[in-house]
């Protein structure tokens, strides 16, 4: 998935609520696919649910039809990275499953606000998981939230990238293993578009990165493997896996800057769950009336 827009797109308040809409109806397919994900269930009943949540929920899919995309979610099982297609495929108990899900609203001028998050778990409970696959789930799942604290206070989004780095070279301390991370897909911007300016990258580099801003709505989202960092395509077009097999995990959040922090638009709670243990609270904008 490409980003369509080069130029870093500043939201208004009112513009960051409609997005927060959108984030709520994001949050509220997360919760249907985690109570669904069971043993025996295909994953294309599962892009189901999600057309189900999207559709009561007053939405549409950002993902059905995008270049061709012929779903609601991305569904990626074990050794895939992303951009999973669902089908025919039957979960199994301890199957490692990403879903990457997203949706948009309509204002009353045509425009679109996207929201979109991921999340990773095991299928069938933690008890069915490899401890391994849950050692990387819980470093993905940090990375995020540290990474989404970082940016409550950087200047630069160069220091997502170094959160990132500094939680996978921690828990590499603390588990005896380092996950990859994956660098070829990144996250972005997002607005009236679902992929805009700037990219956000996983991992650090030389550059600063733009200047952080209020108004900026961002997608933030690790992905992390068991092995090594790199993927490769299948033949369909879409699904992305590691190259040496390994497992993979991914979660995301759509954040927005505001003064003083920030406001996790996908996150039910604003983020103050996963904000909280980093000292900080989630600057959320009261909604007119």
């Known amino acids: 998935m490409v980003h369509e827009d080069r130029r870093i797109e500043i939201k208004n308040t009112d513009q960051i609520l409609r997005m927060r809409r959108a984030g709520m109806v994001v ?23 999600s057309a189900a949540v999207i559709s009561r929920m ?15 979610v991305c569904i990626s099982i074990n050794e895939e990275v992303i ?18 899900c997203g949706a948009y609203i309509v204002d009353q001028n045509g425009r679109q606000w996207h929201g ?50 500094e939680v996978v070279y921690e828990d590499s301390l603390r588990f005896g293993w380092e996950a990859g991370i994956v660098e070829e897909y990144v996250g972005h911007g997002i607005g ?17 990165g733009p200047k952080v801003k209020p108004g900026m709505v961002l997608a933030i989202e690790p992905m992390l493997t ?3 960092g790199l993927t490769k ?9 590691t190259v040496d097999g390994s497992r993979a995990a991914h979660f995301e959040h759509t954040v927005a800057v ?13 983020g103050r769950a996963g904000l909280a243990p980093f000292g900080l609270s989630p600057r959320a904008i009261a909604p007119k009336g």
């Not at 991921?118 to 819980?138: K, N, T, V, Y």
Request: hydrophobic letters at 40%.
């Open 27 to 49: 949050a509220s397919i997360h919760q249907a696919l985690r109570a669904a994900c069971e043993p025996g269930i295909t994953t294309g009943e599962l892009d189901k649910v």
């Open 116 to 165: 979109d998050a991921a999340f990773s778990m095991i299928c069938g409970g933690e008890e069915h998981g490899r401890p391994e696959d849950l050692q990387l789930l819980a470093t993905t799942e940090r990375s995020l939230w540290t990474a989404i604290a970082a940016l409550a206070k950087a200047k630069h989004l160069g220091e997502i990238g170094d959160a990132v780095e």
């Open 226 to 228: 068991r092995g090594g």
């Open 83 to 100: 951009h999973g297609i669902p089908g025919h495929r039957v979960l199994q108990f301890g199957d490692l499953v990403s879903f990457d």
């Open 233 to 241: 395509e299948l033949q369909d077009g879409w699904t992305v896996v």
């Open 192 to 208: 009236t578009a679902m992929h805009q300016a700037p990219d956000v990258l996983n991992y650090s580099t030389r550059a600063n």
């Open 58 to 72: 007053g939405a549409k899919s950002n993902f059905l039809g995008y270049d061709g995309f012929p779903a609601t």
């Open 258 to 270: 505001l003064p003083g922090g920030v406001w996790v638009l996908t996150a039910p709670d604003g």
